[in-house]
């Protein structure tokens, strides 16, 4: 087994894991210009593996190529400072911390992992979250190849980034470049919808203030109706929350919830699904998102309803406009069915008015 790199440190934390915790020996070779290889050996074979090739193995990562590479399951079950570490060795790897100024002096800092892997680059992006790490995931040509890069963006979470996960060996020297020249904050990733701007427009007009008061009132330029095309950052909508006196908008600034674009939603074909109870903390990591069992709730819901709209699945339906409310459980009164009027250009159910009486 050997292991390539060009780094002194990440050498010695090899060569030392290596033959400290698995007792394997190691020799170092040297290679073109400035990389060179350690051969570890003591793995014992195909039918007795051994040292680190047994540990591999148990793993299930042994005899991976480049593209099918995935974090150890047995990894997500790791401590957050374990789960640090980790991140920590893979970035002094095929990691990049990287910051300095574009050619208008403005400051570039970039965060990010690649990976031929699309799979390993989500499993590193869970592993962020579990830091409290907001990343985003792409793809990029490159030649032939495709590479999968995980990407921590803006001043908030680059330094979250710096202070938990930090840099190893060659990734050092770059953290302290990056630390210092981050601003104090940014406000380009963490930024709510735009249709919140919508509850601010109501706000507005329930309290009679407009857009070029609101200017007057938050120090800035009247810019009409400019602003609101821009998602807000979160100190943006907090300070219409509290010159408008909205609970509702301070509430949706001091939230903890993430909002990301959907990119795209592809077509993958048709798959069997079951309703299943995961027992223990009942929830999972799926792809990333954090899962909640759903096995449940219908049995332990006080009240289950169903909305049925039967020209949604028959255009030629006779019951245009018409949705069906249909109380299937509940634990404090009668079960049935209730007709009501659905109005398809709001879209909103209104109580039923039949044809002769339109909504």
């Known amino acids: 087994m050997r292991y390539t790199t060009e780094s002194p440190e990440n050498s010695r934390a090899v060569e030392r894991s290596a033959t400290r915790e698995f007792g394997a020996n190691v020799k170092r070779y040297a290679g073109r210009r400035n990389w060179h290889q350690l051969r570890i050996s003591g793995n014992g074979n195909r039918w007795a593996p051994a040292g680190v090739g047994a540990w591999l193995k148990e793993l299930g990562i042994f005899n991976q ?38 050619r208008r002096g403005v400051f570039k800092g970039r965060v990010y992992y690649a990976t031929t892997s699309p799979g390993l680059a989500s499993d590193v992006a869970a592993l962020l979250s579990r830091l409290g790490i907001v ?39 770059q953290a302290i470049k990056l630390g210092a020249m981050l601003p104090v904050s940014s406000t380009n990733v963490d930024t709510l919808p735009l249709e919140i701007w919508g509850e601010v427009r ?59 674009r959907i990119i795209a939603i592809d077509d993958d074909g048709e798959e069997e699904v079951f309703d299943l109870t995961v027992p ?13 069992n759903s096995g449940a709730i219908e049995q332990d819901a006080d009240l289950v309803m169903f909305i049925f709209r039967e020209e949604y699945y028959n255009r030629e339906s006779t019951r245009p406009g018409e949705a069906d409310i249909i109380i299937a459980k509940h634990r404090n009164g009668p079960v049935g069915e209730i007709t009501l009027t659905f109005q398809n250009q709001f879209p909103k159910f209104m109580n039923y008015a039949p044809p002769q009486f339109p909504a």
């Not at 099918?68 to 990894?75: I, L, N």
């Not at 079950?77 to 911390?97: E, M, P, V, Y």
């Not at 007009?205 to 807000?232: D, E, H, I, N, Q």
């Open 65 to 102: 190529r480049s593209h099918e590479k995935r974090v150890p399951e047995s990894a997500f079950r790791l401590a957050n400072d374990q789960i640090a570490l980790l991140l920590r060795h893979l970035w002094a790897t095929d990691g990049s911390i990287w910051s300095g100024t574009d």
């Open 135 to 173: 990343a985003r995931t792409s793809t990029t040509a490159s030649g032939q190849r495709r590479i999968s890069n995980v990407v921590v963006s803006g001043s908030v979470d680059q330094r979250r980034f710096l202070e938990q996960v930090g840099g190893f060996g060659p990734r050092v020297p």
């Open 202 to 260: 109501e706000a507005m007009a329930a309290g009679g203030v407009t857009t070029r008061a609101m200017a007057a009132f938050r120090g800035t330029s009247y810019g009409g109706t400019s602003l609101f095309k821009f998602a807000p950052s979160r100190a943006t909508l907090a300070g219409y929350a509290d010159i408008l006196g909205s609970k509702y908008l301070a509430e949706a600034a001091d939230s903890d919830l993430f909002w990301d």
């Open 280 to 292: 223990g903390p009942a929830c999972w990591l799926a792809d990333g998102l954090v899962s909640h």
